[in-house]
């Protein structure tokens, strides 16, 4: 597996903080090469749209043609798996920006998505669906250690996304999602 592509430059993180080109990159991701026509159909939305955000990830190379595209049948594919960004003090003040901006637009992404599936799902499923969360103190040093250890358990199965044949029967997609970071401890009541 590759290391996730490190996104610094404000204009990349601000290219995949939309809502619409997310979605695109999932599917990519997901279901590997599919055209603009193909995205849309899933996506609700009209060809022409896609064609214009794909083309928009290509700028900033998340995404590329796809081997076999020929005449208006152009399926496109991830160029990279993966990305990570950050928000750090020495991070230039743009960047800083533009990454907030992401990681916004991601988590309103997955709490949206959680709620609306907790909806639809029943049985064993609702069961073994959960979410935690817990404060304690800790050193920089033992929250980067506690981040690396959740991270490594939830890449454990990542080959899942891209080799169909190691899914389990009776598997079906499912999200992680995990942050660990220090508080304010005025923003507690």
């Known amino acids: ?3 996730p592509r490190r996104l610094r430059d ?5 290219a995949v903080a939309h809502p619409l080109r997310m979605a695109i990159i999932e599917l990519l991701t997901l279901e590997g090469p599919l055209t603009a026509s193909e995205l849309a159909e899933r996506l609700d939305q009209s060809p022409a749209n896609c064609s214009w955000h794909l083309r928009k990830l290509a700028e900033h190379q998340f995404v590329e043609e796809a081997d076999g595209a020929h005449g208006r049948r152009r399926p496109w594919r991830m160029s990279r798996i993966g990305m990570s960004w950050d928000e750090e003090d020495d ?3 743009e960047e800083r920006v533009a990454g907030q901006a992401l990681t916004r637009m991601l988590l309103e992404r997955w709490v949206d998505r959680f709620l609306q599936s907790s909806e639809s799902v029943t049985g064993q499923w609702r ?4 979410m935690s969360q817990s404060l304690t103190w800790l050193t920089p040093e033992e929250l980067a250690e506690l981040n690396a250890e959740v991270q490594a358990v939830m890449m454990r199965l990542q080959s899942r996304i891209s080799e169909p044949d190691q899914r389990p029967e009776g598997s079906r997609l499912c999200e992680m999602v995990s942050w660990g970071a220090p508080i304010d401890e005025a923003l507690i009541p």
Request: net charge positive; no cysteine; aromatic share 0%.
């Open 91 to 93: 991070s230039a003040p």
């Open 10 to 14: 404000p204009r990349e993180l601000r």
């Open 1 to 3: 597996m590759t290391e």
């Open 127 to 130: 069961r073994a669906a959960g």
